[in-house]
């Protein structure tokens, strides 16, 4: 399969832990990374490789993976974490890119 | 703190080329990175388009491979796309971004650019 799932929207309440996963053949065989996209603007990479975060990412932030399903996990969610978050991993073959369908996370 | 940023019209009629230009600053785009064209229809997810590397053939994504051309000009810290054969379905927001592979973990990303195919 050349897909990435995720659910299409996730709501967490101010200051508490959400995730946020995605499925796919591809994930049995490279990380995924996530990336942060709020309205108007790029797309920013929070998590790579094994539960990596670029310089000036939160620790709140963090990621996991297991067998065909990559995992974003916020925690203590704050009211700039309101945004939609897409996983991305290349596919089987290596050279092939693959985003997720995308998952709007609300804070309330 | 390398630095991307897509120029290029607007505005492209249907069955004519598609063209964009992406400058990068701050980095030199002889190194091992990937540079990769990534697009997103108005109100819709993110599509892989392809990327190129220095000195290796660039990578496509299968559903747009028999339209799209990438290409790299290090003289020039710039790499392009052509999209032949626009149909308004090629109506995105088109990102340049730079990669540690071919297909992810994109680090750096240009501010986007809207392109609308109509006639």
Do not use: M
């Not at chain 2, 819709?44 to 990438?70: D, F």
């Amino acid at each position: 399969s050349s897909e990435l799932t995720q659910d299409p929207a996730v709501s967490v309440a101010l200051g508490q832990t959400v995730r946020i996963t995605c499925q796919g053949d591809s994930l049995r065989g490279s990380y995924a990374s996530w990336y942060q996209q709020k309205p108007g603007q790029a797309p920013v990479l929070v998590i790579y490789g094994k539960n990596n975060r670029p310089s000036g990412i939160p620790a709140r932030f963090s990621g996991s993976s297991s067998r065909n399903t990559a995992s974003l996990t916020i925690s203590g969610a704050q009211a700039e974490d309101e945004a939609d978050y897409y996983c991305n991993s290349r596919d089987s073959a290596g050279n092939q890119g693959l985003f997720g369908t995308g998952t709007t996370v609300t804070v309330l | 703190q390398v630095q991307l940023q897509e120029s290029g019209p607007g505005l492209a009629k249907p069955s004519e080329t598609l063209s964009l230009t992406c400058t990068v600053s701050a980095y030199s785009l002889t190194t091992d990175y990937y540079w990769a064209w990534i697009r997103q229809p108005p109100g819709k997810g993110l599509e892989w388009i392809g990327a190129i590397s220095h000195n290796r053939s660039p990578n496509y994504n299968p559903s747009l491979e028999s339209r799209v051309t990438i290409s790299l000009d290090t003289s020039k810290d710039q790499f392009y796309l052509k999209l032949h054969s626009a149909t308004a379905a090629d109506t995105a927001v088109y990102y340049c971004a730079r990669g540690y592979t071919s297909g992810s973990r994109f680090d750096s990303w240009g501010q986007g650019t809207l392109v609308t195919v109509s006639s």
